[in-house]
RNA sequence: GCGGACGUGGCGGAAUGGUAGACGCUGCCGACUUAAAAUCGGCUUUCCGAAAGGAAGUGCGGGUUCAAGUCCCGCCGUCCGCACCA
């Protein structure tokens, strides 16, 4: 063995030799247990970035852990292919959008295979190939027929200059990204997938889901915002001039505040807005007026609160001569709910901000106690629950109890009902866009809205189209979609909408189990896999992508295509690689090359030699400039210490800074391990000391692996590392190399196979069993006990282990430190937790 | 604005309510070397002390407990998501 291992050469070799066997080609037909560890996909964006390292690292640390345990491993790779950087990309640089994808793919493809991950490329795809979405056309036809998609009016920003749609992350304070003019919110017929009809399922589902984070599962909770409330009906005291319009539907999930209410709000487009707006011109004005700015809720929500009063007023239920002013708000959302709400402003803070705004009266209905009745409601709002207070009847009842009394009694007197309301609404897949899925739908005069003839999918896109304006090319292309009815043969028109990509990310999974080539999946080989045991991705995917995906499985459970419900049995968030970023002293941000240190330690810039500022640090990102390429750092320290750094030191789930330093240490560390492996051999001899550390690592390593707590794994490894270093040559301790091989051969793949054919061994290292540990190694004869006077740590003793209490409680007061503490006086208490500590309360 | 998390040495972090700082990085000292690199050994929370030893200490302020980084209440700060970014 030589001197220094050559991670280029080793890297290369054991990628080639891993292809050449096919050595991670799932077998569905296997009949060893099954796994199925799956990272989310990446977005072809060009490069590969630390993020991505980090991501494909754990999933390959399990995936090759879990093989090594005698699983069938599936761990597929594909690309989420669709998206709007490839129509900016055609834009800006007149690419087509399907070439600049497919160029990003195989650049991408190359800089994965170069970290030598355990991937089943046999299984590849991307959601740009027409087969890809032409599967998925079919199951929107699926879904269409089983009545769960349905098309309605709703909002979009509308960029008023460049007459386009733009998505949320377009519209800057308000403003088009490119056209810089002030966004409107405009409406149009869309197609939307009925999640809500799931609402209940999808909630009570994560009941189930014990391998997922509990703030994720919190999240989603919080998301769909399932809440028991009153619907009920304002009648107007002045009939707005037609019969429908003599009362305002109003919910609520605070009934018992009905006493503290002090005005009625309404969306802006509410149907009694409109009415309104059709005679009085300052509402239409006021209305218009709330239609600017983008349709995000940050952006709503943290906009002014402002109203316009109707002059018309709503009549209280409980007393025909309370009356309370209807205004419309820019706050209240015609989405959730009815539209309409009542404002209580001692008790939200919305409703608070806008009473004090209009002078409205605000009045305590809610006290933690009876006699606290009386104390103002000062700056804010109080949103604490108690005891109803100046609420006639509802006096002094608890806030569950007189919310139930409000809801009984409006049900007895017919004018309201109790009622379960969502926060989620259903999902808008529409998009004004090209580079997505053709929804498979064309329009007709006569027949209305129809689906496809199936045999005629893939519906594809169009390759001859033109970006040189914005808007969507499908809609501007001359003949594209010109067809006649699938069901009356008349001429008709194809939607030229395309699906959200959450769509395409919503079955990927299902697609990697199985893919015949003549429909979407196989139900029986797609069972045989599903659901991914474990899923490793990003925790900003933890509302919208996750219950997407949830919702198609279930959806396509629904229709008979599969047979289970939830996509993903285990779920880890990881955090983010973030890096110092650097600003010259005229505020430019400087790239991490761009910089070095002076000869007084000061940090200049290299070309100008100028003062360099150090930043915060933030999330690679090309704006800041702190991005770091993960390839040529493989290039240089090789695949398996990039790898071990991925690993090391950050715990998975939190934000991992990367650092030159910390990838030397882990190069270093390589190194170690391969000196390790080739240093003298022993012969004979027992070494009882280093054969617990070796079990007591195999236990901790495979345990922190489980659980992926990679941090831990390493920090083991690392001890067990010195401990053989330490340790005179034995054949104990040439058995404990190879025990470790076997235990970094997850992470360190390609180390793990030179060593170990170095060192002899037959086969691949990927493909030996994982080490077994032996329970009788694990526990010593010995322990020390802390010993704590009134919890101050004072001395330690040595016992024997599973000392008696009182034994120990003996030893411990003996001690000449404690007599000294103690003097004279006994112990007023003694509190022995066996094998651990002795606490004596003096 | 709403929802969710996080906060421990110079740095990344470890710690079933039971020895705070494992392991790594950095720095310093030493060995090897003509020299350097590589490698190996030691020290590295702060304060007081020559040492032995002592005191303080897990964002801030309270509380529960024999015992709190860990549990509870209230603040402060940072990050993520908010439905057309992926």
Redesign the pocket.
């Known amino acids: 063995m030589s001197d220094?291992f050559d991670a280029g050469a080793a890297d290369q070799r054991w990628q080639q030799r891993w292809e050449e066997s096919q050595l991670f080609a799932a077998d569905s037909a296997s009949a060893r247990p099954k796994a199925y560890v799956l990272e989310m996909f990446?977005?072809p964006?060009g490069r590969i970035h630390m993020g991505h390292v980090r991501n494909y690292t754990m999933g390959d640390v399990l995936a090759r852990y879990k093989r090594m345990t005698g699983h069938e491993v599936l761990h597929p790779m594909g690309w989420?292919?669709?998206?709007?950087?490839a129509e900016n990309a055609a834009m800006e640089r007149k690419v087509h959008p399907g070439a600049w994808t497919y160029e990003n793919i195989a650049t991408m493809r190359g800089q994965l295979k170069r970290l030598g991950f355990a991937l089943d490329w046999t299984r590849e795809f991307a959601t740009c190939d027409p087969e890809y979405y032409g599967h998925q056309q079919a199951l929107f036809l699926d879904l269409l027929e089983a009545g769960l998609v349905f098309r309605k009016e709703?909002e979009?920003?509308w960029d008023p200059v460049d007459m386009t749609?733009?998505?949320?992350?377009?519209?800057i304070d308000g403003k088009g990204w490119r056209s810089g003019a002030p966004v409107e919110r405009r409406k149009?017929n869309?197609w939307f997938f009925r999640?809500t009809r799931f609402a209940d399922d999808l909630l009570d589902g994560l009941g189930d889901l014990e391998k997922w984070p509990?703030?994720?599962k919190?999240?989603q909770?919080?998301?769909i915002?399932k809440s028991q409330g009153l619907q009920f009906r304002f009648a107007l005291d002045r009939p707005a001039g037609t019969a429908d319009l003599d009362a305002v539907e109003v919910f609520t999930t605070r009934p018992d505040t009905i006493f503290g209410a002090s005005f009625v709000a309404i969306a802006a487009d509410h149907p009694l807005a409109m009415a309104i707006a059709a005679d009085q011109p300052d509402a239409a004005r006021f209305i218009e007026q709330c239609k600017a700015g983008?349709?995000?809720?940050?952006?709503?929500?943290?906009a002014e609160k402002q109203g316009y009063d109707t002059g018309l007023k709503a009549v209280h239920p409980f007393d025909a001569d309370w009356q309370l002013p209807v205004y419309i708000a820019n706050f209240v959302l015609m989405?959730?709910g009815t539209g309409a709400v009542f404002g209580v402003p001692g008790h939200d803070?919305?409703d608070h901000e806008f009473a004090t705004k209009y002078g409205l009266p605000i009045q305590r209905v809610v006290a933690p106690s009876a006699d606290e009745a009386d104390e103002p409601i000062g700056e804010e709002a109080d949103?604490r629950e108690g005891v109803a207070v100046h609420s006639r009847f509802l006096d002094g009842m608890e806030t569950e109890a007189a919310k139930a009394e409000v809801i009984r009694r409006a049900e007895a007197e017919g004018w309201g009902e109790g009622k379960t309301v969502y926060?989620?609404?259903?999902?808008?897949?529409?998009?004004?866009?090209y580079?997505?899925t053709p929804i498979p739908i064309v329009h007709c005069e006569s027949c209305g809205p129809v689906g496809v003839k199936r045999e005629d999918l893939p519906i594809r896109l169009p390759e001859d189209v033109s970006f040189d304006v914005p808007g969507n090319p499908l809609d501007r292309h001359p003949d594209w979609k010109k067809i006649d009815c699938p069901r009356c043969g008349q001429p008709a028109t194809r939607e030229t909408?395309t699906l959200?990509?959450?769509v395409d990310?919503s079955w990927y999974f299902v697609r990697f189990a199985s893919q015949p080539g003549d429909r979407p999946f196989d139900k029986e080989e797609a069972s045989a896999w599903l659901p991914v045991d474990q899923y490793i991705g990003?925790?900003?995917?933890?509302?919208?992508?996750l219950l997407y995906a949830r919702f198609i499985t279930r959806a396509l459970q629904h229709v008979g295509r599969l047979d289970i419900a939830e996509p993903f049995a285990g779920l880890f968030t990881q955090?983010?690689v973030t890096h110092e970023t650097y600003q010259s002293l005229d505020g430019r941000w400087l790239g991490p090359d761009e910089i070095e240190l002076g000869e007084d330690g000061q940090v200049i810039e290299k070309t100008s030699g100028g003062g360099v500022r150090k930043g915060?640090?933030?999330?690679m990102s090309k704006s800041k400039k702190n991005v770091v390429d993960p390839i040529p750092i493989v290039d240089r320290y090789g695949a398996d210490a990039a790898r071990w750094f991925m690993l090391?030191?950050?715990?998975p789930?939190?934000?991992?800074?990367w650092?030159l330093?910390?990838i030397?240490?882990?190069a270093?560390?390589v190194?170690?391990v391969w000196?390790l492996a080739g240093s003298e051999k022993g012969e004979g001899g027992e070494d009882k000391a280093l054969e617990r550390k070796l079990h007591r690592t195999i236990v901790a390593v495979g345990e922190a692996i489980e659980g992926l707590?990679f941090?831990?794994a390493?920090?083991?490894?690392?001890?067990l590392?010195?401990a053989i270093?330490?340790a005179e040559p034995s054949s104990a301790r040439d058995a404990a190399i190879d025990t470790l091989l076997r235990l970094i051969a997850p992470m360190a793949p390609h180390l793990a196979e030179e060593a170990w054919a170095a060192r002899g061994h037959q086969g691949f290292i990927a493909d030996a069993p994982w080490p077994e540990h032996d329970p009788a190694l694990l526990v010593d004869d010995e322990?020390?006990m802390?010993v704590?006077v009134?919890?101050?740590?004072?001395d330690?003793m040595q016992v024997a282990r599973g000392i008696a209490r009182d034994k120990a409680e003996e030893m411990a007061l003996s001690l000449p430190?404690v007599s000294q503490i103690l003097g004279d006086n006994p112990p007023r208490?003694v509190?022995v937790?066996p094998d651990?500590?002795v606490?004596i309360?003096a």
């Not at 926060?423 to 866009?433: E, K, N, P, T, V």
């Open positions: 220094r990446p977005y964006s989420d292919a669709f998206g709007m950087p709703s979009v920003n749609v733009l998505a949320n992350e377009q519209v149009l869309q999640i509990d703030k994720v919190l999240m909770e919080n998301w915002g983008g349709t995000s809720a940050a952006d709503i929500e943290t989405d959730y803070q919305r949103d926060r989620l609404r259903d999902w808008g897949i529409s998009r004004q866009r580079w997505g909408d959200d990509t959450f990310s990003g925790v900003e995917h933890a509302i919208l992508h955090g983010m915060r640090v933030e999330k090391s030191d950050s715990p789930e939190r934000d991992l800074e650092s330093g910390g030397e240490g882990a270093r560390f190194q170690r000196r707590q941090n831990k390493v920090a083991a490894l690392y001890e590392t010195s270093e330490k322990v020390t802390v704590q009134n919890g101050k740590l004072r330690k430190k208490k509190i937790v651990r500590l606490n309360v």
